[in-house]
């Protein structure tokens, strides 16, 4: 059983940025897929990016790409957020999950973190 802690949430203004932080426990990091999701209040779930196991693939939804990246430290069982240039729209509850799905960017992720909250003002 893997467990995914998000970190590095918070309120910012338009324009800064954020780096959020998933830290997972268990033996099989390294060989999961890691994507990163966001829910803003009466929306749908919505895929935001993921990198493989090797980080050598990235992946990302058109609303953040050229703003987002997405990295990983194996040595520290951790994926990152990079977050620029944040704007209004970006504010919603951030998960990551992990997938064992040999297809990328995954179909389906097996584990899920508690989420941490960004919200950015105008």
């Known amino acids: 059983q893997e467990r995914l802690v998000e970190s590095g949430g918070g309120l910012v203004q338009a324009g800064a940025a954020l780096r959020l932080s998933c830290a997972v426990s268990g033996r099989a990091f390294s060989s999961y897929t890691i994507g990163w999701f966001r829910q803003a209040p009466r929306k749908e779930r919505e895929f935001v990016a993921a990198i493989t196991y090797s980080g050598a693939s990235t992946a990302y939804a058109d609303s953040v790409r050229g703003r987002f990246t997405i990295s990983r430290d194996n040595a520290k069982n951790t994926v990152y957020l990079q977050m620029n240039s944040l704007k209004p729209e970006d504010t919603a509850v951030y998960y990551c999950?992990?997938?064992?799905?040999?297809?990328?960017?995954?179909?389906?992720?097996?584990?899920w973190g508690q989420g941490t909250q960004v919200t950015v003002s105008s």
């Open positions: 999950a992990a997938s064992s799905d040999e297809h990328f960017p995954p179909d389906d992720y097996d584990y």
